[in-house]
């Protein structure tokens, strides 16, 4: 199927690694330009030299932290137009909500709900105005079947949810369209990251961790991040106009409800 954004210029973030290269590969191989952005410099020209090699679409790489004004506008200064935005942040780190002090949730916040605000409130109207944009939000399977370690990623997540179910109503009548894709069990350093910690409380092995993870799963395995990015870019094409406000999840089929 031809996506019909070739030649766009998409903007993703945290895109060195994971989730967010994912997408940035499959916008990628549709012919889409990209800005990636990221904190780590070296890891970001190491995934900007893969994206360049697919030989389809200009690649500019910006390291920089995208939940600071700074970072912000570097990455936004580099794209031409952002006709396509995926947001992507690192979650903030496992606990109890006991041991967690107002710095805690401020930055979380900042991470996961208000940088994505920033950057939407940035790109939204010159999308409206030219008549095409697709914003992807990355946030988590836990908005909609809370982890109970994850409070600071729950909490921050759903307020961004909640954001945009008001304003995606009010942007797809200009063809703009916003929606969530909500991850659960991927392979990926955080979900390394998060049963490195189950281990360590279990005082179990972490591949017998990890292998457990594996099976609990309805589809024995954990999603790639090549099947994300996919999906991720279908929600980026001309063929996907409406649909928005909503929220997607992959997650193997973990969720039990119907709805």
């Known amino acids: 199927m031809d996506l019909g954004i070739e030649g766009k210029w998409a903007l993703v973030c945290a895109a060195s690694k994971g989730l967010g290269k994912g997408c940035a590969q499959a916008l990628v191989a549709e012919g889409v330009n990209v800005v990636v952005t990221a904190r780590g ?22 390291a920089g932290d995208i939940t600071t004004p700074e970072g912000r506008a570097a990455a936004l200064a580099a794209c031409p137009q952002v006709d396509i ?8 780190p496992p606990g109890d ?17 208000l940088t994505p605000i920033e950057l939407m409130k940035a790109v939204v109207d010159p999308m ?3 008549g095409f944009g697709r914003i992807v939000n990355i946030t988590s399977g836990a908005v909609k079947a809370p982890i109970d370690v994850l409070g600071l990623s729950n ?17 797809v009548a ?29 005082g179990q092995p972490l591949e017998a961790v990890m292998e457990q993870r594996r099976k609990q799963n309805p589809a024995g395995r954990f999603g790639t991040a090549a099947e994300f990015g996919a999906a991720c870019a279908f929600l980026c094409s001309v063929h996907a106009g409406f ?16 709805f």
Do not use: H
Not at 243 to 258: E, F, K, R, S, V
């Open 41 to 62: 410099a070296e890891a970001l020209e190491a995934t900007a030299a893969e994206l360049r090699a697919l030989r389809r679409a200009q690649v500019l790489a910006v």
């Open 128 to 130: 409206m105005s030219r």
């Open 243 to 258: 649909i928005t406000g909503q929220n997607l999840l992959m997650d193997g089929g973990a969720y039990p409800g119907t």
């Open 174 to 202: 200009k063809n703009v369209t916003i929606n969530n894709l909500l991850p659960g069990p991927f392979d990926t350093d955080r979900l390394a990251a998060t049963m490195a910690g189950a281990a360590k409380a279990s």
């Open 85 to 92: 935005l995926v947001n992507n942040a690192g979650g903030p």
């Open 155 to 171: 909490g921050a997540r759903s307020g961004l949810t909640g954001f945009v179910a008001g304003l995606a109503r009010k942007t």
């Open 97 to 113: 909500f006991r041991d967690w002090d107002r710095d805690a949730w401020i930055k979380a916040l900042d991470a996961n709900m």
